[in-house]
């Protein structure tokens, strides 16, 4: 597997990966042409040097998973970075193999590179596969997450 940071000609795939599960179909907008906010997105996440939206790639170069990470600078754990971690999606036609683990062995390694003390995550709930999966890798639930949605 090749890892890689997407480029602009990636955003439709990347999309259509987001929106290829039970809550991405609520929440996002597929369609050819992609909708421009995906567009603009993409081109800030890119100008970020605290944002990696990376590709998977299979030995024929196919596009095949995608996460991204964010590194977040702060005062706390005296000026520690966090790393977050979002948006993991593998095609759907290549789930169910152990890429998910080679995934985020991979997003743990590069955390550990940019000398992030943490790599964090969120996870709906309504995820219970995705929880076990999670802690099986030695993910804790240590907080209790709160969001508003505007």
């Given at each position: 597997?090749?890892?890689r940071k997407a480029?602009?000609?990636d955003?439709?795939i990347?999309v ?8 991405g179909k609520k ?5 050819n042409?992609l909708?421009?906010e995906?567009?603009k997105?993409?081109?800030?996440i890119n100008a970020?040097k605290?944002?990696?939206?990376i590709?998977?790639?299979?030995e ?6 995608t996460?991204?990470?964010?590194f977040?600078?702060?005062l706390t ?5 966090r790393a977050?971690?979002?948006?993991v ?5 290549k789930?169910g ?5 080679t ?11 940019r000398?992030?003390h ?22 804790k639930?240590?907080?209790?997450g709160m969001?508003?949605?505007?």
């Amino acid at each position: 597997m090749n890892f890689r940071k997407a480029t602009k000609e990636d955003i439709s795939i990347i999309v259509e990966m987001i929106a290829d599960d039970e809550l991405g179909k609520k929440r996002e907008n597929f369609q050819n042409p992609l909708p421009q906010e995906y567009i603009k997105a993409f081109e800030e996440i890119n100008a970020d040097k605290n944002q990696e939206l990376i590709i998977v790639q299979d030995e024929n170069n196919e596009i095949i998973g995608t996460l991204q990470l964010s590194f977040i600078q702060y005062l706390t754990y005296r000026g520690g970075i966090r790393a977050q971690i979002e948006a993991v999606r593998i095609r759907k036609d290549k789930r169910g193999i152990g890429l998910g683990k080679t995934m985020f062995e991979w997003a743990i390694n590069r955390a550990k590179e940019r000398n992030a003390h943490l790599l964090q995550l969120t996870t709906d709930k309504q995820r219970p596969q995705a929880i076990k999966f999670y802690e099986d890798l030695g993910f804790k639930a240590t907080h209790e997450g709160m969001k508003i949605h505007f």
